[in-house]
């Protein structure tokens, strides 16, 4: 189908997609003509992403915990034309070899799962890397994307973490609280960088009309996560902990504070459930923040992950230690709003979690 | 790092003793730039590498990475950015951003690889729009992201607020010797004069030239006059920024501004003056004010020694001066003129270019030149500008020439 003049960004997305979606072929010539296209070209209705699984998707960065379960899901769903490229054989930062991967591959679908990430630790001491890396990959995704020529390329997501907010941002966060209030110091090189691409991707859609989304997940785990001693987050490294313990038969261990402050977790397939709902139903300007909405505190959580990976020992707190950010919750209504939520219980997810640690971490 | 013999006793040149190094500067035609360039012959710099856009496309990873294998600066000034008002940055957010985040981080980044740490500093230029909306008057340096962006240029400012992280985050990794300053606004020769997207000081001169040619007995601005703004010549941020990079090496970026408020009311009376249009300034007080106060806090900068020499009596003579001769008052604006035409824009600032005199423009000017008092954002028709007023814009085009078309077109 062709249009006599460029569709208008502020067309509003969800009212073409419930004509396209409701079968009504008249409704759907008639929103097309208002909108310029002419009736006699063919009239091809433009799939949803769910159903389009013949359709190229480039899964950026799907060798990590975001992008393999991102990966996973598009497998089960049955996608067949997965683009997958490593760093060896795509570096994103260099931009004339993104341009020429899309020149020659022509994606559909871009999910940009692809990010230098990192603890408190690695984003203190490398910066550059934190900041420079991601803006140079997702400048040069979201650029490449617009400029694929024949509009190839008809819907973009970029994903980013909770992060992004500041840092005494109310709780729950909602969406609204990006750019209320001083970041997080700790990880404001990774934190700017990630807003600069939610705010490109608010701009290429303003000004191209390219159908490019953002989303904002909680705290993650699952497989594939980083258990690093030094670098890997909370819940991973209680898991490592408690393991650790087990095999040695430790009598016990130890975990600073008193287990009192309130985190969510989300655990990353269910993450892959809300990219596709949101790649398949969602074409606004703001991002989405993607919770779990589900709170436990530090406490809970150590006694699960106790539970779960069967250590028989004591658990002690040590009240002596600081016990960290009071509560962190995102505020994802928005999200609830469209009908997604969360499927994977904690105690599921952290069993699931702790198979794959014992399969593919221990004794490597 | 970039001691040039073996000998470690060598004392590193400061900045301004080091005329014969190789300064590349980029943006070297815009309002900033071409200061700086000035600044740069004055001081007696004789190895400065200036690029138009054509010569070398700043968007372009590999080949400012080339550039900069080729030629190895030691220093590097970032004064090339896409620029523009209120108007330019809400129809073009995505040049905006991503223009911006380009240029900056492929000069940045390049400055850092060259080889064999050639470029021994890096200065980074932003401006005071980076701040929050409501940050506090006046604005020092530490409100940078205290607070939600003004939304209408918003893009803009992320764009610049990432590139001072980025001097930041590369400065403490790398010990790259980064530095970022943010200038108040400025004007001066090379300024933009263009009907919609010129700012307040470049838009009362041009409307009172406009009044005085026309003969017409009035110019009407809107609101009381009273909202204080601060303005800064050019050539004092040339000479601020030398003076930075001979002596600054701090993480936090620096302010620049002239530390001088005046009301919009004494700087209206005083472009009246300066050009010499001779009837009634009146004042529409049914009109809104817009933001009441506008002042960054230089008093960083002046701890360090540095004021402001430029009186704004004599920097608006300087400019106005500079405008008639150039007929830039007359002109559209050279940064898009540079982009649409390839390069092929007279490099003496524009003049040729024939006026545009349409009612929809007029309209525009009026409009823009409004909100770009700070006033709020509306769509409430009763609040435009809705019938023509002649006498407030009676421009004697420029019959015959050529006029290169633009995206205000």
């Given at each position: 189908m062709t249009f006599s003049a460029p569709v208008s960004p502020l067309l509003d997305c969800n009212t073409l997609s419930t004509v396209a979606d409701s079968g009504d072929i008249v409704s759907f010539v008639?929103?097309?003509e208002s909108m310029g296209a002419s009736p006699e070209d063919q009239t091809e209705v433009v799939a949803s992403f769910l159903s389009d699984t013949d359709a190229k998707v480039f899964v950026a960065g799907h060798r990590g915990l975001v992008g393999s379960a991102i990966h996973r899901k598009l497998v089960a769903l049955g996608f067949t034309k997965l683009l997958l490229r490593t760093h060896a054989e795509v570096d994103l930062t260099r931009q004339a070899d993104v341009e020429a991967f899309?020149?020659?591959?022509?994606?559909?679908y871009v999910i940009v799962a692809a990010a230098k990430v990192g603890g408190i630790h690695a984003n203190s001491t490398y910066p550059a890397d934190f900041i420079a890396v991601n803006l140079q990959i997702q400048t040069n995704i979201i650029d490449a994307s617009l400029r694929c020529t024949g509009g190839a390329v008809s819907k973009l997501f970029f994903l980013g973490s909770s992060c992004i907010y500041p840092k005494h941002a109310p709780q729950p966060i909602p969406e609204s609280a990006l750019l209320s209030g001083p970041l997080e110091p700790t990880n404001e090189w990774y934190?700017?960088?990630?807003?600069?691409?939610?705010?490109?991707c608010q701009a290429y859609r303003i000004q191209h009309g390219l159908d490019a989304i953002s989303a904002m997940p909680t705290n993650l785990y699952g497989p594939q996560d980083n258990f690093?001693?030094?670098n890997s987050h909370v819940l991973p490294a209680l898991i490592r902990r408690f393991h650790n313990a087990k095999i040695s038969g430790a009598n016990e261990v130890v975990v600073w504070g008193t287990g009192s402050p309130l985190r969510e977790f989300l655990h990353v397939d269910d993450l892959a459930d809300a990219v596709v709902f949101l790649m398949d139903r969602y074409s606004g300007l703001e991002h989405v923040n993607v919770g779990s909405g589900k709170e436990v505190t530090i406490k809970e959580l150590a006694e699960l992950v106790k539970e779960v990976v069967g250590?028989?020992?004591?658990?002690?707190?040590?009240?002596?230690k600081p016990d960290g950010t009071p509560r962190k919750l995102m505020d994802s209504s928005m999200l609830a709003g469209m009908g997604w939520e969360a499927k994977i219980p904690l105690r599921e997810g952290l069993a699931d979690?702790?198979?794959?640690?014992?399969?593919?971490?221990?004794?490597?």
């Open positions: 008639s929103l097309m899309f020149a020659a591959e022509r994606p559909r934190a700017v960088a990630k807003i600069a691409g939610i705010k490109m690093h001693p030094e250590f028989q020992g004591d658990l002690v707190w040590d009240k002596t979690t702790y198979k794959w640690y014992v399969d593919n971490v221990v004794d490597n």
